[in-house]
Structures are given as C-alpha cells and as structure tokens.
C-alpha cells in the first residue's frame, strides 16, 4: 500500500503532504480540505485519510 507521510504546521495554520499537498486549517471550525474532502482535527485524522483515499497516511508531526 502506498504511503503519504503528513504534517502539521500549527504556527502557520497548514497541512503539509508529502504529495505536495498544502491544505489551510479552518481553526474557528476545526477542520481542512484535503481533495474536497473535510476532515476535522478532532478525529483520528490518519485513519480518516486512510479509508477515505485506501492509501496509508503517517503523521510526522513533531
């Protein structure tokens, strides 16, 4: 199964893929846009990715 490691970076309020995929997050409603699909940070993010796209998602979020 491929592979797509992600990260957040909080001080610029981004999602960064490693697929070259910058999403904004929405902090007054808690979520991002990831291939018009929303995911709220609230929820096992990776494991949303995963069984959305069927492609394995790492967070490498220090």
């Known amino acids: 199964m491929k592979e797509i ?3 957040f970076d909080w001080n610029n309020h981004k999602v960064i893929f490693s697929n070259g995929i910058i999403c904004d997050i929405d902090e007054d409603k808690n979520f991002f846009v990831y291939k018009n ?3 709220t ?3 096992d993010v990776e494991k949303d990715l995963c ?3 069927n492609v394995r998602y790492v967070n ?3």
């Open 5 to 7: 490691e992600f990260y």
């Open 51 to 53: 069984y959305a796209f």
């Open 41 to 43: 940070l609230e929820s």
């Open 60 to 62: 490498i979020t220090k």
């Open 37 to 39: 699909m929303e995911f």
